[in-house]
């Protein structure tokens, strides 16, 4: 079995990384005017230094800043779009576990002028990230264009921009298209564009919830592959492009349920991605039945590792788990990774960080061990 020279690889990862406590008290005292922004910058820097060096001692061969200049994987993104306004509206998101339930609280967001880029976004942070890795390839993780559209749908549209929808999709993916090349020119050669979406729509409840609010929820998953491919049809040469999915991840907790199945033929065969990061840590994410229609030269990255526990799995469980896949898909074309980012949002999930790089730790390990 190969190793691969090009992201995806055999051990990889999602992105966010817990926060340390240094990172989180300077944070706290920024917001409450105890410390300036360079202050902020500086320790912001320090713990991605250390993240970083983390990463590529345990073997990693990618890297991320585990997104420490953050508040959650996705708003400090869309609010950094031209045209897109935080509203006084609260947006509350349900989330659940074994244990009970809770909620993510945002603005809400409101599309109130033409979508454009006006600034590079994450620029100075990715370009700190690539100055300071070594062995790893610098990867940059940042919301999908549908994150844009999936929570507020039409109803977030100002009529009176667009009142053809059309006009929107068409300058959000030339919006997200410019910020790709502009990547590009920074250097990046491994993108990751997170899509809870493409997950979300597996479950009943949330198509539900579309078709409510009166849109096609049979065809969502198609607009969004769509608008995706939009925006990275003129993608940089030698820029590996990958998407990560999942059901939601809030302090430990989840938002929606069930397989791959609606999504996963479109999904593997139109969406023009080298690489799709699935969760695949329990019952909730369905079988492996769907990779079936993963077509040739495409790689999934089969999300085995929970990070929403600090308990460690068992070498023997992952391999039986990547064998059951292989059945399904051949095994030159998938990879292992944890099921999800540790800290989608500043909070973090529910393990320590012993716990989080022994995960990163058996990720390598296992990956040695199944594919060489």
Known sequence: MTSRQSPPFRADHVGSLLRPDTLLKARADFQAGRLGADELRGVEDAAIVDAIKLQEEIGLRSATDGEFRRTSWHMDFIYQLGGITKTDEQLQVAFKNAEGTTSFTSAALKVSDHVTLENTIF??????????????????TIPSPSMVHYRGGAAAIDPAIYPDVEAFWHDLSAAYAEEVRRLGELGCTYLQLDDTSLAYLNDPAQRAMIAERGEDADHQHLRYIKQINAALAHRPEGMSITTHSCRGN????????????????????????????????DARSGGFEPLRFLPKGKVVVLGLVTTKKGELESKDQLKRRIDEASQYAPLEQLCLSPQCGFSSTVEGNSLTFEEQKAKLRLVVEVAEEVWG
């Open 123 to 140: 620029a100075d942070a990715f370009t700190f990230l690539k100055n300071h890795v070594s062995t790893a390839t610098a990867k940059l």
């Open 250 to 281: 809030f302090q430990s907790y989840w938002a929606a349920e069930g397989g791959y199945d609606f999504v996963a033929e479109a999904l593997f065969n139109e969406l023009d991605v080298d690489g799709f990061f699935l969760e695949y840590d």
